[in-house]
């Protein structure tokens, strides 16, 4: 994949190291493209793996997990000088990072973060980094089905997002509004119906708790082309 930030190339396989030459192909919808050589440097890595919970001890899924260099890297001048992962379902990263470095790892979620510094990770092996974001708490509701969903607050104006129905938020009192969703349904004789919905949630946040969202507006869109 090519970062759209920075414009690295980053490999979902794992290669002996060094220095390859690798065939990027960008196209237009009209059919039109262009193949270029992006010369990639191979490098040793070592895993940086663990957890992220929240304040009552509570997974928190799609949390983001980086790693940065603690100070310059000459070596590194054109390419990125920071790491990235997310949790998975069980609250998991694996974040794979050049060996024989000094890092700074940073977890966080939903304007709440928790950093380790000057982290030096060897020549090889696993180095384990866990974290407690203390001041977030899960947020259970009804929305199970809808992946990743951004909530704005009407209170604060700032943005939040769920996965899957859950909020992880920090103690305080919230009146959110989502995005648009699309919701499609099946009914027991067959016939699919999608509705473009908008959700509000008010709640006062002191400890894990579930919640219902209220559905603000829901619009049959069945016939058209959602767009």
């Known amino acids: 994949t090519v970062d759209d930030e920075d414009g690295d190339v980053r490999l979902a396989e794992t290669a002996p190291t060094g220095v390859y030459d690798v065939p990027v192909t960008v196209a237009d919808k009209s059919g039109h493209a262009i193949t270029i050589n992006v010369q990639t440097k191979v490098v040793p890595s070592v895993l940086i793996t663990g957890t992220v919970k929240n304040a009552a001890g509570t997974i928190v899924k799609s949390a983001s997990v980086t790693a940065g260099f603690t100070k310059y890297d000459a070596e590194y001048a054109n390419s990125s000088s920071s790491f990235y992962a997310s949790t998975d379902e069980n609250g998991v990263y694996k974040l794979y990072v050049p060996a024989s470095k000094t890092y700074d790892?940073?977890?966080?979620?939903?304007n709440a973060r928790k950093t380790v510094y000057n982290t030096t990770v060897g020549a090889t092996g696993t180095v384990p980094a866990d974290f407690v974001l203390d001041k977030l708490f899960a947020?259970?509701?009804?929305v199970t089905k809808q992946g990743y969903l951004s909530w704005k607050d009407s209170v604060s104006g700032d943005y939040f997002d769920s996965y899957n129905g859950v909020l992880n938020l920090k103690a305080g009192t919230y009146k959110l509004t989502s995005d648009e969703v699309y919701v499609t349904t099946t009914d027991a004789a067959g016939k699919t119906t999608t509705k473009k919905e908008v959700y509000t949630l008010n709640i006062t946040v002191t400890g894990n708790t579930q919640a219902a969202v209220i559905v603000k507006s829901s619009v049959d869109v069945t016939e058209n082309n959602k767009l």
């Open 105 to 110: 790892i940073t977890a966080y979620e939903n």
């Open 139 to 142: 947020v259970t509701t009804n």
